[in-house]
């Protein structure tokens, strides 16, 4: 049969190659799962620190009553001073062991990652920054032995490192991979030399400039708000407005069909960038965390002060819960054992239920 050769009888392939390609950032799981709103961001630290104080206030209750009444808890920016205290200590680091940039980025996003998922009156970052600078080491192909890295921190152990590694890997849901910004400010910087740009207007020294924007930025909230492009160019921005006004032209030419007003939401995105690191991406004053150090010594939670009564009243609770799991898997071994079947009776719906219960369990 003919066709009357419409525009509408284009193949499928055809219309899919019409098609705007996804970016690959997007299908990433720091897209998905590590992407905030300002007002989100604010809310999930918010309501971890209600529910850590709520937790530790009744474990001082049930250890002592009536002694939390005078214990003054750390709240959502009181913890985020100490963990911005914390993430300026991993550049000293990496350039004490000299490692290469990208450990340096990747411990600071772990940091970051794990206290949104965690409280800092049940992890010190002390510990937890050491772990996932460890942790880096090894998931951008860095590694170190645990000896020679605890070895030139002082007081520090290997099981101060390991103790924790398990505990911040599922704090970051084993997602190990993070798009970096200074990745993409290469990027950037690389297309710029594509443009017709004289070589005056890119010297090295704003790339450098741009750079220490970046590393900057690290400080801030900005790759849990902005995608690393977007932190990038704003960077770029606060070093050579020109540059980035040239490489935003160039961008907004080539989509000009789909995305008429690509340069006015690039422009927009500088100034909040720029806004952010003017206003949060300053190291702490000392004094103040010091206050907060203090304080927290006093709102620990007891269930992870080693000794003391919440402490051992967890472990026996732990342990008794251990060992009612191994009783029962003994007794499934057992009665299976005795069965005809050498390898047991068919599991109906109960026993499977029950038995997808003890894997739970285990994950404690």
Not at 247 to 258: C, I, V
Request: proline fraction near 5%; include cysteine.
């Amino acid at each position: 049969m003919a066709t009357n050769g419409n525009a509408t009888d284009a193949s499928p392939t055809e219309k899919k190659e019409d098609q705007p390609k996804k970016p690959l950032y997007e299908s990433s799981t720091q897209c998905k799962n590590w992407r905030y709103s300002p007002e989100m961001l604010a809310d999930v630290r918010a309501s971890m620190n209600e529910a850590a104080v709520a937790a530790i206030r009744n474990a001082f209750e049930a250890d002592e009553p009536g002694s939390s009444a005078s214990v003054s808890f750390l709240n959502a920016q009181d913890e985020q001073l100490l963990v911005k205290l914390y993430l300026s200590k991993i550049p000293q680091l990496c350039g004490h062991f000299r490692f290469p940039e990208e450990v340096e980025a990747t411990a600071m996003t772990y940091l970051k990652r794990f206290y949104l998922r965690n409280t800092v009156m049940d992890w010190h970052p002390k510990n937890v920054m050491l772990t996932a600078l460890f942790l880096a080491t090894k998931t951008t192909n860095n590694p170190i032995s645990l000896e020679a890295y605890a070895g030139h921190i002082p007081k520090t152990q290997p099981s101060d490192v390991l103790d924790l590694e398990f505990l911040v890997a599922q704090s970051l849901g084993f997602e190990f991979t993070v798009w970096h910004t200074h990745r993409a400010l290469w990027g950037v910087w690389l297309d710029l030399q594509s443009l017709d740009i004289g070589p005056d207007l890119r010297p090295p020294d704003i790339y450098e400039a741009a750079l220490n924007h970046v590393r900057t930025s690290r400080l801030t909230d900005a790759e849990l708000i902005y995608t690393p492009s977007q932190i990038a160019l704003g960077c770029l921005a606060m070093t050579s407005p020109i540059l980035a006004q040239q490489w935003m032209e160039s961008k907004a030419a080539l989509a000009k069909n789909t995305h008429p007003t690509m340069y006015e939401i690039l422009a927009q995105t500088n100034e909040e960038v720029r806004v952010l690191l003017e206003q949060t991406g300053q190291l702490p004053e000392v004094e103040t965390v010091r206050e907060v150090d203090r304080r927290l010594k006093l709102c620990k939670n007891p269930e992870k002060v080693v000794g003391s009564k919440a402490y051992l009243a967890k472990q026996a609770e732990d342990e008794h819960k251990a060992q009612q799991r191994r009783a029962k898997k003994a007794e499934q071994v057992r009665r299976a054992a005795e069965s005809n079947d050498p390898f047991g009776n068919d599991i109906d719906e109960k026993q499977k239920e029950a038995l997808a219960g003890d894997l739970d369990d285990d994950d404690d």
